[in-house]
């Protein structure tokens, strides 16, 4: 009986959801994802030693050692691999929330749309970080500790700086291989033309390297290492931009389109 009238109270008359019932629906989702994330962190934990040494073994194969410089280094790194490696494990769980969440309110073409722009942007973002595991880092830690001159200077890294430049390119890299998702989500808006993306492939690719010369340290192996990708996903977009690009109607063409069906 009490089920029956918690039911009552989250759907209206019409048979569509309350605000009150849209409120609950949404503080499970949120109940959900903060269980998940919290289980994976206190999985993690016990695997926290694991996770640096996989991040470290790059840096050890590259000529490396690695020091901790406060009593406590050591151990925060530990805390703070484990709440990233559980943020990265509950991010497919949020972004599935929002979507069952917005669902009901979609059309097919749009549910659609979204799921796929959801799943998508996950697939890329990891792409990127693989790419940045297998292809930069090793060339950027190697081409860093082969400088010459000054050969009295030995690397040891403190591991919490290592651990946050290794950090700071899977996100670099993550986020630049979700340009095409960009490009394919302004195209449908008719933002994105294929043809302005032509014409001005010079100033982007000026605006490539610039934005590499920003977010990376300074040295001109990590920018082109960076911008280099880039510019590639670029030139992907552009063709992306021809498949996915509507234009928008003017009202003109809007009311001869209403005619024609009349």
């Known amino acids: 009986?009490?089920?029956?009238?918690?039911?009552?109270?989250?759907?209206?008359?019409?048979?569509?959801?309350?605000?009150?019932?849209?409120?609950?629906?949404?503080?499970?989702?949120?109940?959900?994802?903060?269980?998940?994330?919290?289980?994976?962190?206190?999985?993690?934990?016990?695997?926290?030693?694991?996770?640096?040494?996989?991040?470290?073994?790059?840096?050890?194969?590259?000529?490396?050692?690695?020091?901790?410089?406060?009593?406590?280094?050591?151990?925060?790194?530990?805390?703070?691999?484990?709440?990233?490696?559980?943020?990265?494990?509950?991010?497919?769980?949020?972004?599935?929330?929002?979507?069952?969440?917005?669902?009901?309110g979609l059309k097919k073409s749009e549910n659609f749309f979204f799921g796929m722009t959801l799943l998508m942007g996950l697939g890329l973002f990891c792409v990127g970080v693989f790419f940045a595991y297998k292809v930069t880092l090793p060339f950027m830690l190697n081409f860093l500790v082969s400088l010459e001159g000054t050969d009295y200077i030995q690397a040891q890294i403190s591991i919490e700086s290592y651990l946050s430049f290794v950090l700071m390119i899977f996100t670099i890299f993550g986020c630049i291989f979700e340009i095409p998702l960009v490009t394919i989500i302004l195209a449908k808006m008719g933002i994105a033309s294929p043809d302005v993306m032509k014409k001005g492939r010079g100033i982007a690719i000026v605006l490539c390297f610039f934005v590499a010369a920003v977010i990376t340290p300074p040295d001109i192996v990590s920018q082109t290492m960076v911008a280099i990708p880039m510019v590639l996903l670029y030139e992907i977009s552009i063709w992306l931009a021809k498949v996915f690009y509507k234009p928008h109607l003017d009202e003109d063409d809007e009311e001869d389109e209403e005619d024609d069906e009349d």
Not at 6 to 31: C, F, I, P, Y
Not at 63 to 82: D, M, N, T
Request: hydrophobic share 50%; proline share 3%.
């Open 1 to 104: 009986m009490a089920k029956t009238l918690t039911k009552k109270k989250a759907v209206s008359q019409d048979g569509s959801m309350t605000l009150g019932g849209h409120v609950k629906e949404l503080r499970n989702r949120l109940m959900i994802c903060a269980i998940v994330f919290a289980v994976c962190t206190i999985y993690f934990l016990t695997v926290s030693d694991r996770l640096v040494n996989l991040l470290a073994h790059m840096g050890t194969e590259c000529g490396y050692s690695f020091v901790f410089i406060a009593p406590q280094e050591k151990l925060l790194q530990y805390f703070r691999l484990s709440i990233m490696a559980a943020i990265v494990i509950t991010i497919p769980v949020i972004l599935y929330q929002i979507w069952a969440f917005a669902k009901p």
